[in-house]
């Protein structure tokens, strides 16, 4: 998500960053950049934020690396790991530059300071988007290589030698004449001197650990079962519980509350009213969920949103029939009129929820001046600036305390800070400054909005005599993303939401006479990016259009993609190297079948072929999935492939089994029997192979989602010659 603020915003992080551009990265760090400085104070740090990154502690603190007199490396991760292995990929770079042992390298989160910490590409801190190693590689290596450089000169002064004679190996300084000191042992005569301007970065024949598999930094805690590592650990003393009774219906109200038999349960502080809902306040979890069902509310539902997905359905599909605004210009009719095989084909999308294994929670203590904020946050700088607004104070009065996070996909970083501002009314209600630990259950995460929108597709496409595609028409019905939101101005243009249509109109096939438009309808449900955001479902929809038009002009279907992509070496190349590890044309098991797509999204190339049986009653089981990445410089390839892996994964579930429907406004889904998740019978055994390239790193905790879709679809396509348009496989419609 947020990748669309890449072009305006896009810095040479991710490419060779030149000097002129090394020497600003040094200024912008208030000009001891990546040194080692005991006690430097980082401008807004203070109080419970400070602690968090160890200031004071006897160590040496910079924007990104600090160095304990045990030698201990911390690096200060300035992104969110919600399980995608950014912490280690951020201690690699660090380390490699440092030329510390791996081993004696840990990983904090950085306090909220948009100063010293923003995403080179978004301009404020967060993460999302697949982004942090594009937008970090190069800051990170240059903060390790400035450490070194100056902890070398600080042992050269020491034993009075030239400083190109002094080595720096494995978290040790040498000199030729037997000399040498533990890193932690020169950091604070390293702090006092001032840094490089464009320390030397090693070539990558030199490079030790980018390129290698290493265990993430985060095994040993989640295994071991670590106290206090995700924001739903996070138990301040002196705090109470909080749950909210939220509407059944988006934009509904509170008319009227009765809470006497909910106040009477044992535990239970007190109930009230709020904008956000009723607060149930507790001193514990259970007896403020078991209140908070006790609660009699009436809502008011005259501004909420009353429509169901049946009827929300035939309105797109209605719409999908008319002409709109246009996203991508050509004259497809005039196109289409000279083809010798046109296919059309209607699809529909559902509602999907992130669902992620942490539900959302919030400890916020706030004592009326300032707040302190313990999340598992993904946008620091857009929370600090919402939980200000909402509390009356300002952005640089609220510390937040970033922890791990069980995964998001999306949803902890929404453009309102939705979750944010609802902790700071419970706490504005509270009024007092006790801690309060806001907590959502699976009902409340499931039923609490912000989905990927639902989405409806109309495609008609035609392949010539010479079996090329000669004109595409393709009609998108779905809720904006973007609209109303503080990046709507960056991606919102002439009524185009380009998340609505990205994957379409900017796709890398050779198209002439394509034509996109795009129907923005107004539905009172709240949605949000969801993992690989707009590819979710171009993605699924251009790839099957692919396999479907192959079919009609009778051509093999990776043929006819390679015939497609003469402009995209590397999403050729991917192509085929799926293709020849899943022994594409080779013979199958009887009852087996195969499909294969391939896609772009987030600067990196995926292809996928998905190897499928038909079960009684039409079942699909995906047997095994090969896939082919393209992601640039391959900092740790294992994680890699677990990304990859787990983008399979999630994107499965969504096609086989998710659906968020409602009935007059009111979700049908409350928790993991009626929203079902991927089972482990349904996971395919997955081979990944990463393509070797020095290009500039590129995401991957995305792109592995959009391909495998309609990899899958192809598959029962190819079995059955019908091609599922309605999603989840579970929805009956097959064309």
Not at 69 to 79: E, F, L, N, R, Y
Not at 496 to 515: C, K, L, N, Q
Not at 568 to 586: F, I, Q, T
Request: proline content about 6%.
């Amino acid at each position: 998500m947020l990748h669309y603020l890449e072009q305006p915003l896009r810095l040479a992080a991710a490419t060779a960053m030149s000097d002129t551009s090394r020497r600003s990265f040094l200024k912008a760090t208030g000009g001891i950049g990546v040194g080692l400085v005991i006690g430097f104070a980082v401008p807004g740090l203070a109080g419970p934020a400070r602690a968090a990154t160890g200031a004071g502690a006897g160590g040496a603190l910079t924007p990104f690396v600090r160095i304990a007199p045990d030698g201990t490396v911390t690096v200060i991760s300035k992104h969110l790991d919600k399980g995608q292995g950014t912490a280690t990929g951020l201690a690699t770079l660090v380390a490699e530059e440092l030329d510390a042992k791996i081993e004696s390298v840990r990983v904090e989160f950085a306090p909220a300071n948009a100063e010293l910490y923003k995403n080179l590409l978004f301009g404020v801190q967060g993460t999302g988007g697949s982004t942090a190693m594009a937008n970090s590689f190069q800051q990170y290596r240059t903060a390790g290589a400035a450490a070194r450089a100056m902890l070398r000169q600080a042992a050269a002064t020491a034993w009075g030698v030239p400083v190109d004679e002094v080595k720096a190996a494995d978290g040790m300084l040498s000199h030729a004449s037997g000399k040498s000191a533990g890193y932690g042992e020169m950091a604070a005569a390293a702090s006092a001197l001032s840094p490089p301007e464009a320390p030397a970065l090693k070539q990558p024949s030199e490079w030790r650990y980018i390129g290698k598999s290493f265990p993430r930094v985060d095994v040993p805690m989640k295994t071991q079962g670590a106290t206090g590592a995700f924001g739903l650990d996070v138990d301040i003393p002196g705090r109470i519980v909080a749950v909210l009774a939220r509407a059944p219906k988006f934009g509904a109200t509170v008319k009227s509350v009765k809470a006497e038999a909910a106040k009477a349960v044992r535990d239970v502080i007190d109930v009230r009213p709020s904008p956000a809902g009723v607060i149930v306040f507790a001193k514990s979890t259970w007896p403020a969920i078991k209140a908070r069902d006790l609660l009699e509310i009436e809502w008011d539902y005259s501004s909420a949103e009353t429509r169901g997905t049946a009827e929300l359905l035939a309105e797109y599909r209605d719409l999908a029939g008319k002409p709109g605004p246009v996203a991508r210009d050509a004259d497809a009719d005039a196109a289409l009129a000279g083809a010798k095989h046109v296919v059309e084909l209607e699809y529909s999308f559902p509602y999907l929820a992130h669902a992620p294994m942490e539900t959302l929670d919030v400890t916020i203590r706030f004592d009326g001046a300032k707040a302190t904020i313990w999340t598992g946050s993904q946008l620091q700088t857009v929370d600090q600036m919402v939980a200000g607004a909402v509390l009356g104070v300002g952005p640089q009065d609220i510390a937040i305390e970033t922890s791990w996070a069980g995964g998001s996909f999306g949803r902890r970083a929404v453009p309102n800070s939705d979750y944010i501002a609802e902790a700071c009314i419970v706490a504005k209600v509270w009024g007092q400054p006790d801690p309060v630990k806001v907590i959502w259950t699976r009902e409340d995460d499931l039923r609490g909005g912000y989905y990927r929108p639902m989405y409806v597709h109309r495609v008609r496409a035609g392949v010539g005599a010479d079996g090329r595609i000669v004109g595409w028409m393709h009609r998108v019905v779905g809720q904006s993303i973007f609209t109303g939101t503080a990046f709507e101005k960056f991606v919102v243009h002439n009524g185009i939401d380009h998340a609505s249509v990205e994957g379409a109109v900017d796709t890398p096939y050779s198209i002439p006479g394509m034509r996109v438009e795009l129907h923005t309808p107004k539905v009172g449900v709240p949605v949000l990016w969801w993992r690989s955001v707009g590819h979710t479902h171009t993605a699924y929809v251009m790839e099957t259009m692919m396999d479907a038009l192959a079919s009609a002009s009778g051509q093999d279907p990776v043929a006819f993609r390679l015939a497609h992509l003469d402009g995209d070496a590397r999403k050729a190349g991917v192509l085929r190297l799926a293709a020849e590890k899943a022994g594409w044309g080779s013979p199958l098991p009887a009852g087996r079948s195969r499909g294969i797509a391939v896609h772009k999204s987030f600067s990196s190339y995926v292809a996928e072929v998905a190897e499928v049986s038909i079960g009684d009653g039409g079942a699909v089981k995906v047997e095994r999935v090969v896939a082919a990445v393209d992601c640039g410089v391959p900092i740790n390839p294992d994680n890699i492939r677990a990304q990859i892996e787990g983008g399979i994964g999630y994107g499965l579930g969504a096609i086989l089994r998710n659906a968020i429907t409602l009935t007059d406004g009111v979700v049908d889904q409350s928790n993991f029997d009626t929203y079902e998740s991927l089972r482990i019978d349904d996971m395919p055994t997955v081979e990944v192979h990463i393509v070797p390239s020095t290009e500039a790193p590129t995401g991957v905790g995305e792109p592995g989602t959009p391909p495998i879709g309609p990899a899958v679809a192809n598959a029962v396509f190819a079995a059955k010659g019908s091609m599922p348009v309605n999603l989840p496989f579970t929805t009956e419609g097959h064309a």
